[in-house]
């Protein structure tokens, strides 16, 4: 299976030249043959693309500067340009799972940055890296690359941030799980709540949350194309780099975490998309990462050899009694803890529906409904508000 090991790198000010002008060449090949995709019926191959915008485009006067970075590197941009609007018909067609892609966009000089390179553009040796026509650098090794790479991604964010993406192959892991399965009801005061009584706190961003509210004020303040006006938007990419970090290692460690321990991982599939058009909550819940923490688990349960289930948003598992199986109805989201008019038991909100999740993942949602009830049914439901 292929992935992704990524590491960070600090180019010298000759390199960063470079690396600008390589960025550059990338972006304008990119949108010229995007440009005429669009205006055309009928989509070219890549091979005839190549040849237009590259081949022949280093010939003209306009585009001669083209020839002073690695053609591999323009080579690959036609070639991900193909693939994009692969993934777009694919997706616009049906044939294409996941949520719906759009046309490829247009590059802009102020987005992210990057740039592909096979095997004929890059070599390692030892602690180094060479980068056709870059020259070498020397990234900060925080893991070493399990096997060769068959082709690196230079990056550059908006924050002015130098990264080298390596694509490998790996071979999964096996690891004997200590439980045998889990649930795993997702929330935002508390991110994680497990089946088996365990819960994960995500890490506070409120205070760099207001300081891009802040800054995003500033900037839209400040006079276009001007130099202050490109100073807050650097600090405006970094705050939000800051954000991203943090939230991307809770998840990757907690993900981590859940996988290696239980054979089989249950999550539920939320309507995002539907929570975030509530005003209240819709900032809360995008800062919270639950598609990502829904991609790591399902990407190391593969890894690890593990069995990942996603059940309907449709299942009733915050009105259905863990113990009993009496349903109770819907609940307020202020009632956190609820007593079951059946059975009696007290159960907290989020740990009876993770509980439920993992009965519907494993498919014994109906072995607690045979339980008889030994109280009459009532449309009045007994709930603590904490």
């Known amino acids: 299976m292929k992935a992704r090991y990524r590491y960070r790198f600090y180019p010298s000010n000759q390199q960063r030249q470079s690396l600008a002008q390589l960025f550059g060449c990338v972006r304008v090949v990119w949108n010229d043959a995007l440009a005429l995709c669009k205006a055309s019926s009928k989509l070219l191959r890549n091979g005839d693309l190549q040849k237009l915008f590259i081949t022949q485009a280093k010939k003209t006067e306009e585009r001669c500067w083209l020839s002073e970075v690695s053609a591999i590197s323009l080579q690959q941009s036609i070639a991900d340009l193909g693939v994009a609007y692969k993934n777009f018909f694919s997706s616009k067609s049906g044939s294409r799972k996941g949520k719906k892609l759009g046309s490829p966009r247009f590059k802009k000089k102020t987005n992210q940055q990057s740039a592909r390179l096979t095997r004929g553009g890059f070599s390692i040796k030892e602690q180094t890296v060479y980068l056709a026509k870059i020259g070498n650098v020397n990234p900060v090794w925080s893991r070493d690359l399990p096997s060769a790479p068959s082709s690196v991604t230079v990056i550059k964010d ?12 790996i071979e999964p892991v096996k690891l004997n799980p200590k439980n045998q399965s889990i649930g795993i009801d997702l929330g935002i005061k508390t991110f994680a709540f497990m089946s088996d009584g365990t819960k994960a706190e995500s890490p506070s961003s409120c205070k760099l949350d207001r300081k891009v509210r802040k800054l995003q004020q500033k900037l839209a303040r400040q006079e276009k194309d001007s130099k202050r006006r490109h100073k807050t938007r650097i600090k405006i990419a970094r705050t939000h780099n800051k954000i ?4 991307q290692d ?6 981590t975490k859940v996988v290696s321990e239980n054979q089989a991982i249950i999550l539920e599939d939320l309507n995002v998309s539907g929570m975030l058009k509530n005003r209240k909550l819709s900032r809360a819940i995008s800062l919270q990462g639950w598609r990502q923490f ?3 688990c399902e990407a190391k349960s593969v890894k690890y050899g593990r069995e990942f289930v996603v059940i309907s948003c449709w299942e009733p598992t915050s009105q259905i009694c863990s113990d009993c199986g009496y349903k109770w109805g819907k609940l307020d989201l202020k009632v956190r803890s609820v007593q079951c008019v059946n059975c009696g038991a007290i159960h907290d909100r989020d740990e009876n529906a993770a509980k439920n999740i993992n009965k519907v993942g494993m498919g014994n949602r109906h072995d607690s409904k045979c339980t008889p009830r030994w109280s009459k049914t009532t449309s009045i439901v007994s709930v603590d508000e904490a």
Do not use: M
């Open 158 to 169: 908006c924050a002015n941030r130098y990264f080298l993406s390596f694509v490998v192959d």
């Open 244 to 247: 991203a970090d943090t939230r």
């Open 250 to 255: 809770f998840l990757h460690k907690l993900s």
């Open 294 to 296: 829904r991609i790591f």
